[in-house]
């Protein structure tokens, strides 16, 4: 059976040769900060650190943009173009709040990324926090020049700079940048090692940064046995020994006396090796010289420093999963973060059978509504009407979950037109999305015309919520089966309050989901959800558009400001619903500052300090 390596890493010294001093400029992320409204703590901490460097760094550059992309961009391409700056940060708006945008500003911008730095920020932070996992950096290069997006906490730049300077990591990177070959840095590493480096960056001859993946086959023809002919890889004493590799001995034939085998990280084993010396405990005493043709440069020679156990460093087959173990299970959900497609990649799975995200068919309704794309009137008169937001904003909601949206449009308020609209939903898709023509007015058409022309069924016709009494629910019979249909409010709050409470979790139904997982996470009171805005209560329930954020002693809820089921922007930013209970007699007008609620939460939540 083949026996795998685990990977490791090599913590180098490099130097920078002599220049001039190295360039910084800061960019601060942050509506509040870029307009007074809170103090940017971030920004300063990165240039205190600067300055800590000494001589090698200029922090000559500082500036606070709003979470804007156009604003974003506008200043790192200015500061690109100076030749005295070498190297951007940036700090805050590398989240998953909706105003967190930095990287999708900076990501653009970039020539060449540099998916190892990004590697290096997560890792320095999930040392000391889980939550560092939400966070986005990007980092690379835009011409000579290194740019890196740090998050916007403090704690978080600290661990970040001090992982970037360590080793004299980003020296090096700038030096290159610049145009630089980092021979000094190079040689310095063969002078304290031993070994001669080849290339640009932390990469030798032992393979330090290969990527390497189990085959999709298990390699298990190669023959092992620990007491049979041969020296092991890493049990010997410390000594002398000739390298072979890949391209001198087979995998299949025992290692002879004397010489060991190179293996590179997540490689099998050779025949009767027992254990992985690392790499860091072996010192280079030879190389191969021109007249070796293709092994120019590969270590001929290496010196063991150390003895090891039988087994160490090696991954037997089945430690990570066995045959006919149980991988996935029927209904498990295959999501976006990479594990479960992970998994199936692991075992050789190329195909599995899952269920089909439903198809939605949307469309908005009223004589008054004009389309942005296409601002026709069809009022009938001098007015203009109102730009429909509906359809725009939940086409977006929908598309960003992987929905397939199709778009009917905005249907006129006469019979003909529903009908027909209807008829094109029904044919295209599984499930009919409307907005308007669901309350009491003479041209809401919706509830009769599905009843009497389609001969659906009304489920249910009104809901005692605040926002979206008019929802509206029914199925339409449609060949063999029968397609469920929401009528949702036309006021546009109203509108996509009822779509996360009531459309998103059908769609998920559709999709195969369980029904404990459909509906939206709610934080429970016991976690002490805060609201740091007085809410007076109604007579319904009502959902409270707020901004989750994760304070210093649990989490806050705050308000996005006037309620008005017209007003869409009260759903700006927000990524939770606070549950408000009704008024009754005996309860009390408002809910204070500081009172507990429940949350729905429809968005990722955000660290507030």
């Not at 003909?416 to 009919?432: M, N, T, Y």
């Not at 001969?455 to 339409?476: E, L, Q, Y």
């Not at 029968?482 to 109203?494: M, Q, R, V």
Request: proline share 7%; glycine share 10%.
């Amino acid at each position: 059976m083949s026996h795998v390596a685990p990977s490791h890493v090599l913590v180098s010294t490099v130097i920078l040769s002599e220049m001039r001093p190295i360039g910084v400029a800061v960019l601060t992320v942050s509506d509040t900060a870029s307009r007074g409204l809170a103090e940017d703590r971030s920004g300063p901490t990165i240039q205190e650190i600067i300055k800590a460097q000494g001589s090698k760094f200029v922090c000559s550059e500082f500036a606070s943009v709003p979470d804007e992309i156009s604003q974003i961009q506008m200043a790192v391409k200015k500061w690109t173009e100076q030749e005295d700056i070498d190297w951007i940060i940036t700090t805050g708006g590398t989240g998953f709040g909706v105003r967190d945008i930095t990287p999708e500003a900076i990501k653009p911008l970039l020539e060449r990324e540099a998916s190892g730095l990004v590697h290096l920020l997560l890792s320095a932070s999930l040392k000391h926090t889980p939550l560092a996992a939400i966070s986005r950096p990007i980092a690379g290069t835009l011409g000579k020049t290194l740019v890196v997006t740090l998050p916007g906490s403090v704690k978080a730049v600290k661990e970040n700079m001090e992982a970037l300077f360590c080793a004299g990591l980003v020296e090096h990177a700038i030096e290159l940048t610049r145009g630089g070959t980092g021979k000094q840095v190079h040689d310095k590493l063969a002078r304290d090692s031993g070994e001669k480096l080849r290339g640009h960056g932390l990469h030798h001859d032992h393979d330090h940064h290969h990527h390497h993946h189990h085959g999709p086959q298990p390699r298990s023809t190669l023959p092992y046995d620990p007491s049979g002919p041969g020296k092991s890889l890493g049990t010997d004493s410390p000594g002398v020994y000739k390298v072979l590799t890949s391209q001198t001995h087979s995998n299949s034939q025992p290692v002879p006396p004397g010489s060991v085998f190179r293996v590179n990280t997540g490689g099998p084993l050779p025949a009767g090796s027992d254990a992985v010396i690392m790499v860091e405990d072996t010192r280079l005493v030879s190389t191969y010289e021109d007249s070796d043709g293709d092994l120019e440069g590969e270590e001929k020679e290496i010196e063991t420093l150390v003895q090891v156990p039988e087994k160490e460093n090696i991954r037997f087959p089945g430690t990570d999963v066995r045959v006919g173990d149980l991988v996935l299970r029927k209904g498990d959900m295959i999501k976006s973060g990479g594990g479960e497609v992970g998994t199936l990649a692991f075992v050789g799975k190329k195909e599995v059978e899952v269920y089909r995200k439903p198809i939605v068919a949307l469309l908005s309704t009223g004589n008054e509504l004009a389309d942005l794309q296409d601002p026709v009137s069809r009022s009938g008169n001098d007015w203009g009407g109102i730009y429909d937001t509906n359809r725009p904003s939940l086409h977006a909601a929908l598309e960003g979950m992987g929905y397939q949206v199709v778009d009917l449009g905005i249907v006129p308020d006469d019979i003909e037109s529903h009908v027909a609209a209807i008829k094109r939903g029904l044919e295209s898709a599984d499930i009919l999305l409307t907005t308007g023509g669901t309350s009491m007015g003479p041209t809401d058409l919706l509830k009769p015309i599905i009843e009497r022309h389609f001969n659906g069924t009304i489920h249910f016709g009104r809901v005692s919520m605040k926002p979206g009494k008019p929802t509206t629910f029914a199925t339409i019979p449609y060949e063999n089966t029968a397609k469920p249909a929401f009528a949702l409010p036309g006021n546009p709050a109203s509108a996509l309050v009822t779509f996360y409470l009531f459309v998103v979790p059908a769609l998920r139904l559709l999709g195969g989901w369980g029904k404990s997982q459909a509906q939206f996470p709610r934080v429970r009171v016991t976690e002490i959800v805060q609201l740091q805005s007085e809410m007076y209560l109604d007579p319904r329930t009502e959902f409270h558009r707020v901004v989750v954020s994760q304070g210093q002693n649990g989490l806050v809820a705050t308000s996005t400001g006037g309620q008005r089921s017209s007003r869409v922007a009260s759903l700006s930013g927000a990524n939770g619903l606070a549950i408000v209970p009704p008024k009754t007699e005996s309860s009390p007008m408002k809910l204070e500052v500081g009172s507990e609620a429940e949350v729905v939460i429809i968005g990722e939540i955000q660290r507030s300090y």
